[in-house]
T-cell receptor
Framework: DAKTTQPPSMDCAEGRAANLPCNHS???????VYWYRQIHSQGPQYIIH???NNETNEMASLIITEDRKSSTLILPHATLRDTAVYYC????????????????FGQGTILTVHP | NAGVTQTPKFQVLKTGQSMTLQCAQD?????MSWYRQDPGMGLRLIHY???????DQGEVPNGYNVSRSTTEDFPLRLLSAAPSQTSVYFC???????????FGAGTRLSVL
């Protein structure tokens, strides 16, 4: 699976959009970009994923550059409850055998939303 | 729908003791896995399973055993606990058709 690079920390004002970048310059054609977050002391929570098109769900939007070497997770109206560590993970969703589902978590980005 | 349930939530062991961390899911997911998370670090994969009777090692398998006799349960066994195994342990599951992992609330283990 391709490695990812994220800034260690970011700040955002409550009510504003939070834009979290992720670099994955070695991504291959069949690898998806996944985003998870971990609120303090809780288990990680799935947010969104995508292959090459931009994606949106009730939690966030995912913007993937045309060359797929980087992406941005957008929380459109951040709240204090969005304070968490955000993980960008790249993996082959179609990996077969015993490699299926294996997620490699890096250090992530600590997002702090302040009033 | 309970999702992924881990028990116990907290546990304190003495060095050399054994114990089993329980993980159960009610979503009929084929894939299950165990991670550990040390303070200030990301999650590291210990063991995983793609179905009943099939298990494999992750990044940090030493000191841990797993088995998968049913689709629902995936227990993690510590045969002889060591202080280095003090950590928070998370169990996760996903379906093979939709690779989105759901995590339990975690087990906080201290080995003295």
């Amino acid at each position: 699976d391709a490695k990812t690079t994220q800034p260690p920390s970011m700040d955002c004002a409550e009510g504003r959009a939070a834009n979290l970048p992720c670099n994955h310059s070695t991504i291959s054609g069949n690898e998806y970009v996944y985003w998870y977050r971990q609120i303090h002391s809780q288990g990680p929570q799935y947010i969104i994923h995508g292959l090459k098109n931009n994606e949106t769900n009730e939690m966030a939007s995912l913007i993937i550059t045309e060359d797929r070497k980087s992406s941005t997770l957008i929380l459109p109206h951040a709240t204090l409850r969005d304070t968490a560590v955000y993980y960008c993970i790249v993996r082959d969703s179609n990996a077969g055998g015993t490699s299926y589902g294996k997620l490699t978590f890096g250090q992530g980005t600590i997002l702090t939303v302040h009033p | 729908n309970a999702g992924v349930t881990q028990t116990p939530k907290f546990q304190v062991l003495k060095t050399g003791q054994s114990m089993t961390l329980q993980c159960a899911q009610d979503m009929n997911h084929e894939y299950m896995s165990w991670y550990r998370q040390d303070p200030g670090m990301g999650l590291r994969l210990i063991h995983y399973s793609v179905g009943a009777g099939i298990t494999d090692q992750g990044e940090v398998p030493n000191g841990y055993n797993v088995s998968r006799s049913t689709t629902e349960d995936f227990p993690l066994r510590l045969l002889s606990a060591a202080p280095s195994q003090t950590s928070v342990y998370f169990c996760a599951s996903s379906s093979l058709s939709k690779n989105i992992q759901y995590f339990g609330a975690g087990t906080r283990l201290s080995v003295l």
